[in-house]
């Protein structure tokens, strides 16, 4: 069982960045690739960043490259996702999700997900 709790949401103007964290509870972290995935009302939850378990492949979605970055400190059992140069439809709340056993995973079938945290871009 893992828990993940998201934290660094909030509201900002357009172009300011923000920095969310996402803490895995338990002591095999290592084990799991991560990713953030935002949802917006009447939308469906889409992938914006993936990390492998080692942290050494990423993926990010075309809207957010160059803006956001994924990483991960499995020491701290964390991962983050920077966002920069934040825009109005960045507007969502965003999710982090573990997946077993796997290394940058694209699809929305995680194991763990978090309980979300809301980035509100203003223009």
């Known amino acids: 069982q893992v828990q993940l709790v998201e934290s660094g949401g909030g509201l900002v103007q357009a172009g300011d960045s923000l920095r969310l964290s996402c803490a895995a509870s338990?002591?095999?972290?290592?084990?799991?690739?991560m990713g953030w995935f935002r949802q917006t009302p009447g939308k469906e939850r889409e992938i914006v960043a993936a990390?492998?378990?080692?942290?050494?492949?990423?993926y990010l979605r075309d809207s957010v490259k160059g803006r956001f970055a994924i990483s991960r400190d499995n020491a701290k059992n964390t991962v983050y996702l920077q966002m920069n140069s934040l825009k109005p439809e960045d507007t969502a709340v965003y999710y982090c999700?573990?997946?077993?056993?796997?290394?940058?995973?694209?699809?929305?079938?995680?194991?763990?997900w978090g309980q979300g945290t809301q980035v509100t871009v203003s223009s």
């Open positions: 990390i492998g378990r080692s942290g050494s492949g990423t």
């Open positions: 338990g002591r095999t972290f290592s084990s799991y690739a």
């Open positions: 999700a573990a997946k077993f056993r796997y290394s940058v995973y694209l699809y929305n079938d995680y194991d763990y």
